[in-house]
């Protein structure tokens, strides 16, 4: 099975990644490659792996990341490095949806643990550590729904590049300019439908009505927060904490991959407005938005 996602909010913010996976035989494995830019970062990964279900809801798989992480700036030299090692995973889940993308019920919680050292060929010791809770629940109807996602992010290292850091932005929509190496977030949504199946073929007036389809507008309302810390030793060094809210829509779209005219590419755009604060700026209002490919 091949799938292909891709996300971004902009030429310097952006990830996309592809896998082959192997799903006829029990333990399934596969290889995942995928490229990702933040700001003046740009990080090129590849991961063979193997997962093994043990019950419909769990799934537990091992295996090994190699990546070059490359940081340029105005003037050379610029800065590379390449880490390689083994990560280990687990995820439980029973969210259901009638609605690709849209989970209307249940509850999602996993993570992960990835080993980078010179042992395994890599340049430094890098530790990286990921864990998240997902909740869905129907309020009214079964496309008006609830949605919340906690998550713990950790990265330990004695040597980082200066983009490296977990950065406010990917937790925090609107904020900006907060790094750290510890972080928890929380964001919550509140989905309602505005217009469902409209499936607007914009194209059909000159013959090419399938290559284009319009399919479902929706609204949230949302509110995010993030914890970032930075750590000297067992010792937090520097804190802060930041969070907006606001409303926003949200149109999925699918257009052909030409020239295989059976096949369709799905496309989530969005675009918000949110309140922002976070410490050593005034209270703001942003605009803003993003793109999905895959759900």
């Known amino acids: 099975m091949l799938t292909v996602t891709g996300s971004g909010t902009g030429s310097r913010l952006w990830d996309a990644t592809a896998s082959v996976v192997n799903t006829r035989w029990q333990p399934t494995f596969g290889v995942l490659a995928g490229a990702a830019r933040s700001d003046d970062l740009l990080v090129a990964r590849a991961t063979g792996f193997v997962n093994l279900p043990l019950w419909n809801t769990l799934e537990v ?52 643990a990835s080993i980078f050292s010179e042992e395994f060929g890599g340049d430094r010791e890098f530790n990286e550590y990921f864990a998240f809770l997902e909740t869905s629940t129907i309020v009214f109807d079964q496309d008006v729904q609830l949605w919340t996602r906690i998550r713990m992010e950790q990265l330990k290292s004695r040597r980082f590049l200066d983009d490296e850091f977990l950065k406010i932005q990917q937790f925090v929509r609107g904020a900006r300019r907060l790094e750290g190496i510890y972080a928890w977030a929380d964001s919550t949504e509140l989905r309602f439908p505005i ?80 309140f922002v604060s976070q410490p050593f700026e005034d209270n703001r209002g942003v605009f803003g938005g993003g793109f999905r490919i895959g759900y």
């Open 61 to 112: 798989g091992a295996g090994w990341t190699a990546r070059q992480t490359s940081e340029y700036y105005d003037q050379p030299p610029n800065a590379y490095v390449f880490d390689s090692g083994p990560t280990v995973s687990a995820l439980y889940t029973n969210l259901r949806s009638y609605h690709p993308g849209y989970p209307a019920w249940g509850l999602a919680l996993g993570g992960s």
């Open 195 to 274: 217009y469902r199946d409209f499936l607007w073929k914009p194209l059909d007036l000159i013959g090419l009505g399938e290559w284009l389809i319009l399919k479902d507008l929706r609204g949230f309302v949302f509110f995010d927060g993030a914890w970032l810390a930075t750590h000297v030793g067992n010792l937090v060094h520097d804190e802060r904490f930041a969070y907006s809210t606001g409303v926003g829509l949200r149109l999925d779209l699918s257009f052909m991959l030409w020239p295989i005219v059976n096949a369709r590419v799905p496309i989530q755009l969005e675009g918000w407005f949110a």
